[in-house]
């Protein structure tokens, strides 16, 4: 299993490593109808690399988007500052909040020592840590890459059926704010709401019926393509450049004609 890696080691800043694998239940997770991701963290000798994985670990997000979160800046500071306070045994109780807005369902630690493990246990109302000394599995609670944010959250993702609920409700989607988002409840397109970054949220309100969440197709590729053909054919139209024959006699170097 591969994906896109990055490596927390002290101030040294951020670079590519390999992706391990998880327990099959958190994959299964990833790839349940309200999906969520897993942050995976793997202790070496003196450093700790992280990723956070999606879907079926192939490349991390959407295609055309890169990573997970879509190679997003502001996410990716986010993540890297929620990775330092996990493994440094500060337990805030800011940590989960900031999971959630990740949609980070788990927490996998591969390595690692007791300390470690039980510093990531003290992180208040993050779920009970189970597995071996191999691996350990931190479970998210109420949280997923679609969350509805009411009085109790909600997991949802597309193709869900919504019930009505109050209307003050939002749809929290652990992607980047983008202008392409198209969001319908049953017949009803949710506006964005700000506020959420980096992800993104929408309201909600009493509105029920299926969640069809996608994004529209933009026009930049299609202008690529277009800008292409153009140049394709000014190059075939422009005049060819060929070297003037000379048909007189030609005047030598300090010599006569």
Do not use: C, K
Not at 107 to 126: F, M
Not at 166 to 194: F, K, M, T
Not at 248 to 256: D, F, I, L, M, V
């Amino acid at each position: 299993v591969t994906g896109g890696w990055w490596l927390l080691s002290g101030q040294e800043g951020l670079v590519r490593s390999p992706v391990g694998e998880v327990p099959a239940f958190v994959r299964n997770a990833q790839l349940s109808d309200t999906p969520g991701r897993t942050l995976f963290l793997a202790a070496g000798a003196d450093q700790v690399s992280w990723s956070l994985l999606e879907g079926d670990f192939a490349r991390l997000g959407q295609s055309e988007r890169g990573l997970a979160f879509g190679g997003d800046a502001a996410a990716q500071q986010l993540a890297a500052s929620v990775v330092a306070r996990l493994v440094g045994d500060t337990a805030d109780d800011q940590l989960v909040s900031d999971l959630i807005r990740l949609g980070v369902s788990h927490v996998t630690l591969t390595g690692g020592d007791g300390h470690q493990r039980q510093g990531i246990d003290n992180v208040p109302g993050l779920g009970i840590g189970s597995g071996t000394a191999g691996q350990y599995v931190w479970p998210v609670p109420e949280s997923g890459i679609v969350v509805i944010a009411a009085e109790q959250r909600q997991l949802s993702g597309a193709g869900q059926v919504l019930p009505a609920g109050e209307a003050d409700r939002l749809l929290l989607v652990a992607e980047p704010p983008d202008p392409r988002w198209r969001v319908r409840v049953g017949d009803q397109v949710l506006a964005p709401v700000a506020g959420n970054e980096p992800g993104s949220a929408f309201a909600l309100g009493s509105a029920s019926g299926t969640l069809n969440l996608g994004m529209a197709a933009g026009p930049t590729a299609w202008l690529w393509v277009q800008s292409a053909g153009l140049l394709l054919l000014a190059t075939l139209a422009a005049p060819s450049v060929r070297r003037r024959e000379e048909s007189g006699p030609r005047r030598a170097a300090g010599g006569e004609q």
